[in-house]
């Protein structure tokens, strides 16, 4: 009797956990829209949902690699595996063009898509929490007017446990913040525009905040400077930040290059891009508040240049024939951007890595009016002269010591190229 007594408790327990796990997890499908009862097309309404759209860089997730645009397929690798972006053009069968605004609202602030599905955090519906009914209703109205493009997604490839979509529901419930930003009343209205989209659809922090072991940022860490597709988002606030000024930050995040900081390069050029087809004031709203996170006070860069460490005339060669013509101390800054290295931010990192990507890569040119460029040297140089190349810069333009690990960021950076071709 005892037995079968803890048998039945153990059953019920169960029984309560599974209504508890079920309740957690279940939303209700919300119906399609008939296709002859989609809204009228408000002209103004779509061109603002644009401008939203180039503030959230929208479109540099949800576009492939020669793909059309916003109709998914970008392969975004996470820890837990490799998440492919959605179509979100107007297309009934594998984009968004049945859903209502009220499944497109709860889909960007619950990550809760039309049929009751929950969406994996790597789209980032934990800050579009913060947007307003009237921007959620501009950018509707902007995709539902994009063409629609019939284009199915590959599924996800992620590892078990992290398959089960349901357990994005535990994870809402430790760390998705609903909360909407009221305006801090001692703050100017621009600070305080720029404070709702760099929190908000920008999402800023996606990038430039360090993540903890279940893929959420770190609140006790927030814009300290992070890992993002291979490349390092430097720290815009706390002792690390480099301090910009306005004018300094909204320069660079319209045109991507700033004379005293440098150019745009990896997941910041597209960032860049975007911005500048976005709203003037907004841009200059986003680097009024991002300037606060580091007192906005611009402190010009001390150039460094030990010309007289000992170097070998192969790791000179290298220097001379790939980077000294641009980059040499009183080279100028010419129609490529290239500063001095003298005063780059990159080489006096802890962390090698955007040195190396940057010599790998190269920056592609992403402006038709001019802009950052530099020629990328992975099949121009192996990795030992790559390696060695690293290193002499880190030895010549800072006074930090020897980077470690430098064979492992060129072996990462040649196979993320490797994987995105």
Known sequence: MKRRRIGIIVLVVFVVLGIAAFALTWRPEIPAVAENDQPDVDRALVSRGYVLAELGNCSSCHTAKSGQPYAGGRAMPTPFGTIHATNITPDRETGI?????????????????????????????????????????????????????????????????????????????????????????????????????????????????????????????????????????????????????????????????????????????????????????????????????????????TPIDNQDIDVSSATRNLWVGSCANCHEQGAGVGPSKALPLSISTSVRQSSPVNTVRTILDGIEAYRDDGGPYMPAFSDILRDDEIAELSQYLRRRYSDGTQWSGVEDAISKARSSASEKE
Request: proline share 5%; glycine share 8%; charged share 20%.
């Open 97 to 301: 063009g049945s859903w209502s605004i009220d499944a497109f609202t709860r889909a960007m602030r619950e990550g809760i898509d039309r049929e009751g599905k929950h969406l994996y955090p790597a789209f980032p519906y934990n800050h579009f929490t913060k947007a307003s009914d009237e921007d959620l209703r501009a950018l509707y109205a902007f995709l539902h007017a994009l063409p629609a493009v019939k284009h199915d997604v590959d599924a996800n490839d992620l590892a078990f446990p992290f398959n089960i979509r349901a357990l994005v529901a535990g994870w809402n419930l430790l760390f998705l913040d609903t909360e909407r930003l009221d305006p801090v009343a001692d703050q100017s209205e621009q600070w305080n525009r720029g404070r709702y989209l760099v929190e908000g659809l920008s999402h800023c922090g996606a990038c430039h905040t360090p993540r903890n072991i279940m893929g959420a940022e770190k609140s006790s860490e927030k814009y300290q400077g992070a890992m993002i597709d291979g490349w390092y988002a430097p720290p815009l606030s706390g002792e690390n930040a480099r301090p910009w000024n306005v004018d300094q930050l909204s320069h660079y995040l319209a045109d991507g290059f700033q004379q005293d900081h440098g150019a745009a390069a990896g997941p910041m050029a597209e960032t860049t891009l975007n911005l500048d087809q976005a709203s003037p004031s907004d841009v200059k709203a986003i680097a009024v508040y991002t300037a606060s996170l580091s007192d906005g006070n611009e402190q010009a860069i």
